[in-house]
Every structure is written in structure tokens, then in C-alpha cells.
């Protein structure tokens, strides 16, 4: 699919203002205006992004510790990557979003007017070509990817205050600022069209870390639940809605009452989805998106209830990660591991 034909799409699904911008015959990847990064790059063309993200898979149940080729996020056959997360934006500007369908694990996370915005976790099995459009990172955000040790963190930028702890957390600062030529802007309005080339942010954080256990679990549906075929999450200023697709094996998603739809592979869908409850709070740092405005805080450090949602039914669950440093465990009432079905996970920061 040509530019033209992919902005088109674009446009008429998120319906966003386009500025007039001269189209030639290239790739949805070319970079029209290089970001950041001290050298004054040049536009770089890359391969249109594909649907290359896990499918739902045979079930597996690996034990505790994941064996050697069981992916430790997804439990599907195949080794452990090295992760690179990135930022996307999720107000409807930024929609339809490119290259979610391809990662690991989707978080959802409440920032500012109660809106939402998707932590992407991706490994180098399931890299898109392109991601995006990627925004700015939030004080959630490091708590989340400690779990997965110092991994590459792709985003466009911070509040001034943050900046200095974005410097000193545990991960790859992998921004548009610190790693440019990793990003182009798409036609558009900035800053709903700031993309970024995973495997270009891999090559430049050659050091970020492989896959492990954070805390997931894999195999057969356990036995009860209830039969769902539809369930809503609700936050602030945002609605998500799940849809069970026998026919997909998976739930698709809709986003304020809209099939939430990608440029490259089709309408946004996983098979498990974790509704993890936490309790919303403001910023631990006091950290304000406008004067007198704080900014909004999803702790997954603690405990508390979940939903699962796999295989057409939703089962009640709990969470706890005692310290930054511990994996997340999802458990049944009886106190047996809550298993996901193999494939990629969304984990719905919920505020309870």
C-alpha cells in the first residue's frame, strides 16, 4: 500500500486534519522529516509494516520457570527476544495506531482527562516495521518495565520534571530526542504522526534484555468461569469493549463505541485479556500535567482483584508484585496460577 493510500485510510478512520504535504511514490516507512538525534538525518525508507504478531497458538503449560522455546510473555514455541517498549498515543487524533497487533503484551494506561494510552512490549519475533504514533512517557510507565529488567524504552519525550528520573531509571532512554534517527513523521498533525522502526531502536540498544518471566502463565482454560461474550471497561474519558470471536479465537477490541482498527493488521484483538484493578492515585512525586492539575498514577506494585478474559468466558482472579523487582502473579480464587491462553496478553490498568 502506497503513502497516499495508507493516510487515506488513516484519515478516514481516525478523522484527522491533514496539512498538505507533497506525497511521492514511497513507502508508508519513508521518513518525511527526521527527529532530534544532532546529526541532521535524511528521510530513510523501510518496509511497510506487516501483521507479524503472535497468533492465539495450541495451548502450552510450561511450569514456573519457562523452559527453553516457550516465549515467557506469550507461551508460544519459540525463544525469548529482546524487548524494546514503545509509547503509543491512543486519543482518537492518534487512531487508527500502527504495529499494536504485533506486540507481546499491550498495557493500557490512564494519563491526563482520563483518557488512555497503550505501553507496547515488543520482542525481536514479532517486531513491526513501523509504531506508532509514539507520545510521551508517564511516571506509570517505569514501575511496569522494571519487570522485564533494563529494556530499550521508546517514546517522545516527558514532563521537564520527569526527565531526570526518566535518566536515572532502569532502562534504555531510547526518546526521539536521545535516538532520532529511529523516528519520522508521518503526513499529519504533530503530534498525532511521530513514528518509530523497532528493530532500528534494537540496533542502537544492542544491550536492552531478552524476555523472561515476569510472571505469566500459560495452558488449558481452567474449569468454571463465565460465559461472556461481551465485556466493557470503563475509564474517566475512555471506553473499551471486548468481543469474544469464536471465529478470530480472540477478543477484538473496540475503543468509544468504534472497532479499534490498525493501518496494518486489521482490528486490534488478543486472546487473553487481564482487567488488573489498581488503585488510581496521583503522582507519588507530585508531578502535574498543568498548574494544579496532578498528574494521574496507576500503581501495579501491591495487590488486588482482576478479570481474565480467555477463551469466551471471564474468570475472577487476583494480582500481587510485592516490590518493583518481583514479576506480577495472577491467581485463581483457590490460589492455583491463573493461566492465560498462549499469544499476545493486554493488561487493562483499571482504576478500582
Known sequence: MGLRQWWERRSTAGKVAVVSVPLVAIGVGTALATIGGGGGGHPTTVSSPTATGPSSGAPTAPP?????????????????????????????????QTGINSADVVY?????????R????FDTNHLPSVA????????????????????????????????????????????ATQAGSSYFRGPGVAPYNLFVRPSSILAAYPDSAQAKDIGFRFGPAPAGGQAETSYNVAFPAAKFTFDWSQQAQKWLVSMDGK?????DAG???????????????TSPRGFE????????????????????????????ASWSRPTDADPTTFTQPD?????????QVWVVLAPS
Not at 118 to 121: D, I, N, R, S, T
Not at 267 to 277: E, N
Not at 335 to 343: A, N, S
Open 64 to 96: 514456573a520457570g519457562s523452559p527453553n522455546g516457550v516465549a515467557p510473555l506469550t507461551g508460544l514455541d519459540q525463544p525469548e527476544g529482546r524487548i524494546v517498549a514503545v509509547k503509543i498515543d491512543n486519543i482518537v487524533n492518534a487512531r487508527p
Open 108 to 116: 493500557t494506561i490512564e494519563v491526563e482527562g482520563g483518557i488512555t
Open 118 to 121: 497503550f505501553l507496547a512490549v
Open 132 to 175: 506508532g504514533p509514539v507520545r510521551s512517557a508517564r511516571e506509570s510507565d517505569l514501575p511496569i518495565l522494571e519487570q522485564y529488567g533494563k529494556v530499550a524504552f521508546a517514546y517522545s519525550g516527558a514532563l521537564t520534571k520527569f526527565l531526570p528520573v526518566l535518566a536515572d531509571a532502569n532502562i534504555f532512554n531510547a526518546s
Open 259 to 263: 472497532p479499534a482498527q490498525t493501518t
Open 267 to 281: 482490528q486490534m484483538g488478543a486472546p487473553t485479556v487481564v482487567i488488573q484493578h489498581v488503585a488510581e492515585t
Open 289 to 316: 500535567d498543568s498548574p494544579g492539575v496532578p498528574s494521574p498514577y496507576a500503581p501495579t506494585v501491591g495487590s488486588g482483584s482482576a478479570t481474565v478474559l480467555r477463551d469466551g468466558k471471564a474468570y475472577n
Open 335 to 343: 490460589g492455583q496460577p491463573m493461566d492465560f491462553h498462549p499469544g
